[in-house]
């Protein structure tokens, strides 16, 4: 491979770093949102739906959603031939369609997999209105704190709710509440909802920005008392100043919530311990 590299020659694709075998396919995912995955050989449709599966479970911690996304993959399957070429500073290497005949020739399957729907694996948590286990989350918006973040959704009665953990590193950073706008001048973000809706100000009634939107989801007593249990202060956190915006939307008292909160929180923990340790154990007994 080294030699290959300095010559600036191609190579078997069997060859290249990367690949993942899953269910006998190696696979491995390119492109900017690593949007395509590779697979060597010719794998038939359900081998191809099984490891395309595998590799969101295994690669990224996440599972494929029903849909007609999943149903139309199937419309994104190309079999064709390709090699490796080297690559330069940020890719080792990178795929080369050839003809059937060409040097390093190998076959091929490319998977269109950009459209598929994901929520992310998760330990599991109850829903706080009907007690179901919730074992995903999906990144998206929640109320009461700008920007997404892993938010759980009941199967059976479709509440939402912030999440109490996060599992993986989050390597994109959130754009801070202040910017510039186009004219150099200061422009102010809403705490709650980012956007904002109407004039926004400051120490009204917490010392953050608020839109007119937001400041009228809760009454003056419901604000004193969200402010008491700690929203929008330093010892509060992201999830938690979600948890606490949220609840007070569906009537319970933010003392209550916050006291909640805590034990969620507490629980979460020990079944990811438990869950950690059961993977160690698993690991153990699979070594020969």
């Not at 091929?108 to 948590?125: F, S, Y």
């Amino acid at each position: 491979m080294t030699n290959l590299d300095l010559d600036q020659q191609p190579f078997p694709l069997n060859r290249a770093p990367g690949f993942t075998s899953f269910h006998g396919v190696p696979v491995v995912a390119v492109g900017e949102y690593e949007e395509t995955l590779i697979m060597l050989g010719r794998p038939g449709q359900r081998t191809i739906l099984a490891a395309t599966s595998a590799q969101y479970r295994a690669i990224y911690g996440q599972r494929i959603l029903p849909g007609p996304d999943l149903d139309n993959l199937s419309h994104g399957i190309r079999r064709t031939w390709a090699r490796a070429v080297p690559g330069g500073d940020y890719c080792v290497w990178h795929i080369e369609e050839t003809a059937a005949g060409a040097t390093h020739a190998q076959p091929v399957t490319l998977v269109d997999a950009e459209w598929l729907t994901t929520e992310d694996v998760a330990i599991q948590e109850e829903c706080p209105t009907c007690g179901r286990a919730s074992r995903a989350t999906q990144y998206r918006w929640s109320p009461g704190r700008i920007g997404w973040s892993p938010v759980r959704r009941c199967r059976y009665c479709t509440i939402q709710w912030p999440s109490a953990d996060v599992y993986r590193v989050c390597v994109y950073k959130m754009r801070p509440a202040r910017r510039r706008d186009d004219d150099g001048d200061a422009f102010v973000r809403c705490f709650a909802c980012g956007p904002g809706e109407g004039a926004i100000s400051t120490g009204q009634p917490i010392d953050q920005p608020l839109c007119e939107s937001c400041r009228g989801q809760h009454a003056p007593d419901t604000w004193q008392a969200l402010i008491a249990a700690g929203y929008a202060t330093a010892r509060s956190d992201v999830q938690r100043d979600r948890w606490l915006y949220t609840m007070a939307l569906r009537g319970t008292p933010p003392a209550e919530a916050a006291a909640a909160w805590a034990e969620r929180r507490e629980l979460v923990r020990r079944r990811a311990l438990a869950a950690s340790r059961k993977a160690k154990d698993k690991a153990k007994e699979a070594r020969p």
